[in-house]
T-cell receptor, first 112, second 111 residues
Framework: DAGVIQSPRHEVTEMGQEVTLRCKPI?????LFWYRQTMMRGLELLIY????????DSGMPEDRFSAKMPNASFSTLKIQPSEPRDSAVYFC??????????FGQGTRLTVV | QQQVKQSPQSLIVQKGGISIINCAYE??????FPWYQQFPGKGPALLIA?????SEKKEGRFTISFNKSAKQFSLHIMDSQPGDSATYFC??????????FGTGTRLQVFP
């Protein structure tokens, strides 16, 4: 298995633009997580899905952030409009059951 | 209640030495305690994990020690190598709930 695949690896965008991050989880995994990592705040869970259904989105910072999982093999995290404070590394992870989360390589987002 | 407190923030060890990273938690519902290793530019990778029915788990040079009564668990890296230099995160979760991560420990192993 190729592991969790995220795209793009790097994204540089201007403030106010829409940003879409993509994730392909490991086949057969029931859970999908979106995390954000910064030096100041460490690893933050933004939202997670179980069988494509959002379970907990309490970590989503504000309405500018949205996430979807239209099927078991694809998820998106969208930021609209983007702001400089959204600059971070965004990770997608998947798990076959609670505990064994496997992370992708991450998307480094820079909003200028 | 939901926090996992990790220490130290950074650690410098000589090659061949033992690296020890500690974590403490409050939520007694936590029943899964993994450790993750992260290299620069990479995502965290699951290193080793333990459940509270055992007090120790060893995989190669990596050992988790778990103290249920003290609500503490630790990662020991024996015979530390320069290739072990990375950031290590402890985490905890309860069944059916999300993983809570510690703040990370940056380990540097010098030859």
């Amino acid at each position: 298995d190729a592991g969790v695949i995220q795209s793009p690896r790097h994204e540089v965008t201007e403030m106010g633009q829409e940003v879409t991050l993509r994730c392909k989880p490991i086949s057969g995994h029931d859970y999908l997580f979106w995390y954000r990592q910064t030096m100041m705040r460490g690893l933050e869970l933004l939202i997670y899905f179980n069988n494509n259904v959002p379970i907990d989105d309490s970590g989503m910072p504000e309405d500018r952030f949205s996430a979807k999982m239209p099927n078991a093999s694809f998820s998106t995290l969208k930021i609209q409009p983007s702001e400089p404070r959204d600059s971070a590394v965004y990770f997608c992870a998947s798990s076959p059951s609670w505990g064994g989360a496997f992370f992708g390589q991450g998307t480094r987002l820079t909003v200028v | 209640q939901q926090q996992v407190k990790q220490s130290p923030q950074s650690l410098i060890v000589q090659k061949g030495g033992i690296s020890i990273i500690n974590c403490a938690y409050e939520n007694t519902a936590f029943d899964y305690f993994p450790w993750y290793q992260q290299f620069p530019g990479k995502g965290p990778a699951l290193l080793i994990a333990i459940r509270p029915d055992v007090s120790e788990k060893k995989e190669g040079r990596f050992t988790i020690s778990f103290n249920k009564s003290a609500k503490q668990f630790s990662l020991h890296i024996m015979d530390s190598q320069p290739g072990d230099s990375a950031t290590y995160f402890c985490a905890a979760s309860a069944t059916g709930d999300k993983l809570i991560f510690g703040t990370g420990t940056r380990l540097q192993v010098f030859p």
